[in-house]
């Protein structure tokens, strides 16, 4: 893998990277891939998907361990407890991650225990680090992160209405949550959870805190666990939770009441590239699945094979044209956070954001539909990616919060625009005075 490094992002990874990328690779096609059915075996064992998980994984971690391949996620320079890679070089390595549904969990990597080690690593006190991210960072437990709720427009965050009310050295939590990934694991303990604590404060972006709840904590109930087009993605799921007066000690609120805000936003950054990474794996993955269909001997129509009629040439040339563009947009986004933090990359941490998961799954379908009927069923992995794919045009904040930021930004240039072209075309009017012409058919130009 070290040898397809892009030539963009080639000077920026070394050869402790290098190694290691080889390793994960290696890991993760002769290791991960092959032991996914094994995992869907025995989420199925004993008829409840959600009171156990699957032992497979726990030897995969064991090998993971021995080969240093853990924790790869946390980037040098910002955390004592990071392996010291930077997030070009994880965002190659999450790249093969996503091949396989095994291999992030294997390698201690896989979402949202990632982003939640971030903030505690990030924000926590020393007692709740100690606590929560030790046995996170070691692989013991598992995590969620409850923002969205079912009654209000989650994607603009002001809405939460989690109500948080303090009461002595405790805060008490009331409301609802869902989408809450993770929460059906029964190794999941912490979730960490946003809601409102000071609803009368006239500033928007500080009404909401950031509290630690352990998921044993009485009055919570998780009512269901929600599918995703028929997938319950169990053992980890997305819970549907109530809280019914959980109380919760204040010494469990992270940075302070009121700061919730910054809390997600610190978040975000570079988990959204770990996400477009792992999906242009997965887009690798279903061309390669492609590529196995399109060249089957038996499968010929209309007195050829697959791969001879020009159309199907046609998907497999899009598909890597489209994949190899994405990955240089999602490298230049994680070399910006490189450089200048996710704060200094939201530019182009938003573009990699849309455009990955929409690319992802327009070269799944392509594959889907080389397999014909097969594509759709359970005999391939395509039709789980393509569900899988098809949340993380939601999560984090549907495309469209994204794109109305982006679109913002880029019109802010638009009165210099205008003042710029305005200026490029009294140039013109003067060249047309100086050589005596004029167009043949006058558009809007012509009136100047
Ligand atoms: C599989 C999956 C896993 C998830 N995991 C988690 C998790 O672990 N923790 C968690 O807290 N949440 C999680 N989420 C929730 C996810 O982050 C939210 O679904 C998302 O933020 C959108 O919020 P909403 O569902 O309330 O939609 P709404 O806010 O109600 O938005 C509905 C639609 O309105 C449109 N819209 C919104 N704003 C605009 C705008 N400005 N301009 C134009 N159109 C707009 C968009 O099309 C949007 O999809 C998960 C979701 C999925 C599907």
Not at 258 to 278: A, K, S, T, V
Not at 283 to 306: H, S, Y
Not at 411 to 427: D, L, S
């Amino acid at each position: 893998m070290s040898e397809q490094i892009p030539i963009l992002a080639a000077g920026r990874v070394s050869e402790n990277a290098k190694k290691t990328l080889d390793i994960v690779k290696k890991f993760v096609e002769e290791r991960c891939i092959p032991a996914d059915p094994i995992f869907a075996a025995q989420v199925d064992q004993g008829g409840n998907r959600w009171n156990h998980h699957p032992t497979v994984i726990d030897d995969l971690k064991k090998e993971a361990q021995k080969l240093g391949l853990w924790n790869m996620f946390l980037p040098k320079g910002h955390y004592k407890e990071s392996p010291g890679f930077t997030n070009v070089e994880y965002g190659l390595m999450a790249e093969w991650l996503g091949k396989s549904r095994c291999a992030s969990e294997a390698v201690n990597c896989a979402a949202p225990d990632t982003g939640n080690m971030e903030v505690l690593a990030k924000y926590g006190n020393d007692a709740q680090k100690k606590q929560w991210l030790k046995p996170l960072m070691d692989g013991e437990i598992r995590s969620a992160f409850l923002m969205t709720e079912p009654d209000i427009a989650s994607s603009d965050a002001t809405n939460i209405q989690l109500n948080m009310r303090k009461e002595g050295n405790d805060w008490i939590l009331n409301g609802d949550k869902w989408w809450s990934s993770g929460a059906g694991d029964p190794r999941c303990k912490i979730y960490i959870v946003m809601g409102k604590s000071d609803p009368g404060n006239k500033d928007p972006y500080k009404q909401q805190s950031v509290i630690l709840v352990p998921a044993d904590t009485p009055g919570i109930t998780i009512n269901r666990m929600l599918s995703v087009y028929g997938y319950d993605d169990a053992p980890h799921g997305h819970g549907h939770l109530t809280f019914k007066n959980v109380r919760v000690p204040a010494a469990n609120m992270v940075l302070g009441p009121g700061r919730g805000f910054e809390i997600i936003q610190g978040r975000l950054g570079p988990g959204r590239i770990h996400h477009c990474m792992r999906t242009i794996g997965a887009a690798e993955k279903a061309l390669e699945w492609m590529l196995l269909r399109i060249n089957d001997p038996r499968k010929a129509t209309f007195g050829k094979q697959l791969k001879e009629h020009g159309v199907i040439l046609e998907w497999v040339a899009k598909s890597r044209i489209e994949i190899d563009a994405a990955r240089l947009v999602v490298l230049n986004a994680a070399m910006k956070v490189d450089d200048f933090g996710a704060k200094g990359a939201l530019k182009e941490i938003g573009e990699a954001k849309v455009l990955v998961p929409t690319m992802g799954l327009t070269v799944i379908d392509r594959a889907v539909q080389s397999f014909g009927g097969a594509g759709v069923s359970q005999d391939t992995p395509l039709a789980n990616m393509w569900a899988n794919i098809r949340t993380l045009r939601l999560a984090d904040g549907p495309d469209e919060v994204h794109l109305q930021q982006l679109g913002k930004n880029e019109n802010k240039r638009g009165k210099a625009v205008t003042e710029h072209i305005q200026k490029q075309q009294a140039i013109t009017k003067e060249l047309f005075a100086k050589y005596n012409t004029s167009l043949s058919q006058p558009g809007p130009q012509s009136k100047l």
